[in-house]
């Protein structure tokens, strides 16, 4: 079968290979991938900016069919439609898988980076991992529940927003669309900020139901914040989502003081951050590293009740041989999630 691969550490060693056809051990599961996203992790892995080991299956946004369970797997049955998490093994025994934290295992290994993903035919996961998609969402729209729960990881989880805030979100990509969708869902207003290359994506966001979506090349952000928020002190909160430096540091002028500063998105590489404003504006910094468990159960309950919409961020699709094309669009910021389907 067709994989996308990384084959080699270094900048690039992406190919297009034939490999065996995977078969489940026990405790295991065969997924037949019927859509995979591409995630700026991969991105990021093209760049060798992100830790891999390579030769390994790329991709881990994953909804397909149950095409076999090992002998000892109960509950699960081909044809089953399904999504799953990430985290294929970790170590059970850490202070963190002890408390419950598996995301910050200090060992964890996950699909499309630790062992074999998703950009291809046939994956095997965990049973564990597995979720029911629910019967209104298709595969190429519950493919994106793994982002959506990496969002509610980090926006629900670490309590960060309420009823009445003002939040500024930094980058309409795929994980600022997903925040802004849970973020109004909490009741909050708002504000979703881009550049000239995000135009198409300021346009989704304003039908998504953002109550600002501004260019912050072409408007400033700031006299909408001061003119919106009480006695014009700034955001109550702020989530970056864009992965870029400069987005991080208007974010920290944004917040008010005494409020919360939220990183969700990915950098790639160490950035200039005036640290220096948490201490001025006493200011509660929050990260957020992947996803939980409970995460998945409240992404798919969003999704089932239509509360968060991910077919509508769906903007290309291609097959696993024109992985390059695909690639090249998602870096473009010609689409917002570009997604991948097997071929044999």
Known sequence: MKAVMKVAPGVGNIELRD????????????IKVQAAGICGTDLHIYKDEFRSRPPVVLGHEVAGEVAAVAPDVAGLEPGMRVTTETYFSTCGVCLYCRRGQTNLCLNRLSIGSGVNGGFT?????????IHALPDNIDFPAGALTE????VVH???????????????????????????QVVKAAGATAIILGTDADERRLALARELGADYALNVQQESPEALIADITQEGLGADVVYECSGAGPAAAQLLRLVRRRGRYVQIGLFGTSIAFDLD????????????NASVP????????LLAAGTVNTAALITDTFPVTEWEQAFQTFESKHGVKILLTPVG
């Open 294 to 301: 409970s995460s998945w159960d409240k992404a798919l309950r």
């Open 277 to 288: 404003q948490v201490c001025y504006k006493e200011l509660v910094v929050t990260g957020s």
């Open 147 to 150: 982002p959506l729960a990496c």
């Open 154 to 180: 980090g926006v629900l989880n670490t309590p960060t927003i309420a009823p009445g805030d003002v939040a500024v979100i930094a980058g309409p990509g795929t994980i600022g669309l997903l925040t802004l």
């Open 121 to 129: 035919q046939y994956l095997i996961v965990p049973a564990g991992n």
């Open 19 to 30: 490999i065996e056809e995977p078969a489940p051990a026990a405790g295991q599961v065969k």
